[in-house]
């Protein structure tokens, strides 16, 4: 029997959580490595980088490769190949060799990064719903299990033999999903099936699995060349969403205790609750955005973390920076991926446009950090958070460009049956 053409909420899932599981469960061991290495934090913090700038030279190409060879394929390779990155970050005996582990590392989680957004796009769009938001929800699961995992590893007293064993289970649970994944055809394919209409006087009843490559033909169409305007204003409302997502994670806990001399504990406190809403946004975007349209949603959102991050930076009561950090929280949930949403949405360019504009995110991760940093150094922290402010303005002018296409879930209701 052929696989719903639909494509598998539950596979999307799982693979979404198992990245952010087998990230999670790592970085939660970041202290563990540096006393392993003996690392000072400047050269810890610039093998980190590591990560990002591997997923930024991979990111470009990842549509290309899913158009090649779909994106199943793409998400095992990138699976078996991240996760045991993961693992050999335990035995890794040097700063400069752990550097370009994590480069290695990094390339193949920003391939499964986009390749498993793609496919979230396509189960998205065959559904007629919107899902992104709970696939996103599902990454921000997987890294809270995966964190505290290795919370519950170190309190144990476990070294770092913690890494290779839990990035194999998040290897098991992301090859399980990337294996449902309805299969894309790959250019072959899509001739293949051109020549057999032809033949067949394009009459024929579909054999089992039949169906599956009649909707995947539709999606593997040769892509436009070239970048598109509507792709860069959704990647700039994209780079937005994640300047705010990473800065919380990078700077809200240092801002509460450097700058408003809270207890290292209530920055830790305020960081959770972040991350804690931002998961409840995500799993509330879906029908938000059903009924109020993707647009409304997004500049709703950007408009509340905007307050958010004034109410933190302004304000020197802890109350409402503890209130501030919730409400960041839920103001970017739905941004990133409902930019991925749109994205796929773009005319013409199909896996392209989420190639392209989850590179222009996933620089601000690479290089969010640092500026905010040497900002700080001359203006401090709390002022130099006003530019993601800045960036959030930019995304409440540009919202009305992530208006759903009126004929967008027409044409993939059409490719199911048509």
């Known amino acids: 029997m052929g696989r719903d053409v639909r494509g598998s909420v539950l596979a999307v899932l799982v693979v979404f959580a198992s990245s952010g599981f087998v990230m999670g469960q790592a970085l939660a061991r970041v202290p563990a490595v540096r006393d392993h290495l003996g690392a000072d934090t400047g050269a810890l913090g610039l093998a980190l980088m590591g990560m990002g700038l591997g997923s930024l030279l991979a990111m470009p190409f990842t ?223 879906g029908p938000a955005i059903e009924r109020f349209g993707r647009a409304a949603v997004v500049r709703t959102g950007g408009a509340l973390a905007a307050v958010a991050i004034l109410v933190v930076t302004l304000s020197s009561s802890l109350a409402l920076a503890l209130a501030g950090g919730l409400l960041w929280g839920l103001g970017v949930a739905t941004i990133f991926p409902a930019a991925i949403s749109a994205a796929g949405e773009v005319p013409g360019r199909g896996n392209r446009a989420i190639t392209v504009v989850s590179t222009i995110a996933y620089g601000a991760f690479l290089f969010g950090a640092p500026t905010i940093g040497l900002l700080a150094e001359e203006i401090g922290l709390d002022r130099a958070l006003f530019l993601v402010v800045g960036f959030l303005a930019l995304l409440l002018v540009l919202s009305p460009v992530m208006r759903e296409k009126s004929a967008g879930r027409d044409r993939a209701g059409a490719a199911i049956v048509g």
């Open 63 to 285: 549509g290309w490769l899913v158009d090649r060879f779909g994106s199943r394929r793409v998400v095992i390779g990138a699976v078996l190949l991240g996760c045991l990155g993961w693992a050999a970050v335990a035995a890794v005996p040097s700063v400069p060799v752990l550097l370009a582990v994590l480069v290695l590392t990094g390339t193949n989680v920003g391939l499964w990064d986009v390749a498993m957004n793609i496919q979230g796009t396509h189960v998205e769009q065959a559904r007629s719903r919107s899902l992104m938001p709970f696939f996103h929800a599902a990454f921000s699961g997987g890294a809270v299990l995966g964190a505290g995992s290795g919370a519950l590893a170190a309190w144990l007293g476990i070294g770092l033999v913690q890494l290779p064993v839990l990035a194999a289970v998040g290897a098991v649970a992301g090859v399980w999903g990337a294996h449902h994944f309805v299969r894309e055809a790959v250019p072959d394919d899509v001739e293949d099936a051109r020549h057999a209409d032809a033949d067949a006087g394009a009459v024929t009843e579909p054999t089992p699995g039949a169906a599956e490559a009649t909707v995947a033909t539709a999606r593997a169409r040769p892509a436009r060349r070239g970048v598109t305007p509507v792709e860069l204003l959704i990647g700039l409302i994209c780079l937005a969403g994640a300047l705010a997502e990473g800065s919380a994670n990078d700077w809200l806990a240092l801002l509460l205790v450097d700058v408003h001399g809270a207890p290292a504990a209530f920055g830790a406190l305020t960081l959770t609750a972040f991350n804690l809403t931002m998961m409840i946004g995500r799993l509330l975007g």
